[in-house]
């Protein structure tokens, strides 16, 4: 399946409305962080992306779940290009070194700094990966997006989408401030995101 064909299958089922509130990103290395709570939020982020920065966005996502199965395999390793990192056992350095390789490539990231889905009510404090990415990458652009109504689109333990209107919504751009902390910083980065709700 083309990448072109899966972004529309998204958008469709998701039916979501995008809006930018600042210029629509060109195709240089973002980091786009937004709120999770459902399997098709990096879908519908990644669709939403014009084509030219969708062929150089990938998401960052769980290696246990994208590669149980041939067809989410192929969709992470041919499709997305997916950062593929351990939940759990493995070393957290592993994760940010695969990220900011990515960013040093060229290439953006979709990425969920709650670290898990939620209820899509409330947008969970963020962990430190966030952090820890723009320290490694200091010259790193993030954008936070949020992400409305997917959590009843897909719910959580539900295996088909149930279309209704969803809305994703990309704000202005921010970066890791020279001499920020680390609380500091996630605080700002999860109040950009709640603020777009």
Same mark, same amino acid.
């Given at each position: =399946? ?6 529309? $299958?998204?958008?469709? @089922? ?5 809006? *930018?509130?600042?210029? @629509? ?6 980091? *786009? ?7 098709? /939020?990096? +879908?519908? $982020?990644?669709?939403? +992306? ?6 150089? #966005? ?6 246990? *779940?994208?590669?149980? !199965? ?25 994760? $940010? ?7 040093? /490539?060229?290439? !953006?990231? @979709?990425?969920?700094?709650?670290? #898990?889905?939620? /209820? ?5 404090? &963020?962990?430190?990966?966030? *952090? ?6 200091? /010259? ?19 295996? =088909?989408? $149930? ?6 919504? &990309? !704000?202005?751009? =921010? ?9 500091? &910083? ?9 603020? +777009?709700?």
């Amino acid at each position: =399946m083309s990448a072109a064909v899966l972004a529309w $299958i998204a958008r469709a @089922i998701s039916g979501a409305r995008v809006r *930018y509130l600042t210029a @629509i990103p060109d195709a240089s290395p973002r980091v *786009y962080f937004a709120n999770h709570s459902s399997h098709l /939020d990096f +879908l519908v $982020i990644w669709s939403s +992306l014009p084509p030219a920065v969708r062929a150089v #966005t990938r998401p960052v996502a769980a290696a246990d *779940y994208w590669s149980r !199965g041939r067809l989410r395999r192929h969709l992470a390793g041919r499709v997305f290009r997916a950062v593929l990192v351990a939940r759990g056992g493995g070393d957290p350095r592993d994760a $940010i070194d695969a990220c900011a390789a990515a960013l040093a /490539d060229g290439d !953006g990231l @979709i990425l969920f700094p709650e670290g #898990t889905r939620g /209820d899509g009510e409330l947008v969970a404090p &963020f962990k430190s990966g966030l *952090y820890h990415l723009c320290r490694a990458r200091p /010259d790193a652009i993030c954008v936070p997006v949020h992400l409305e109504n997917l959590n009843r689109v897909l719910p959580k333990g539900e295996a =088909m989408p $149930i279309p209704l209107l969803s809305r994703v919504t &990309f !704000g202005a751009s =921010m970066q890791l401030e020279p001499d920020e902390g680390k609380r500091a &910083f996630l605080e700002r980065a999860h109040a950009a995101v709640v603020a +777009l709700a």
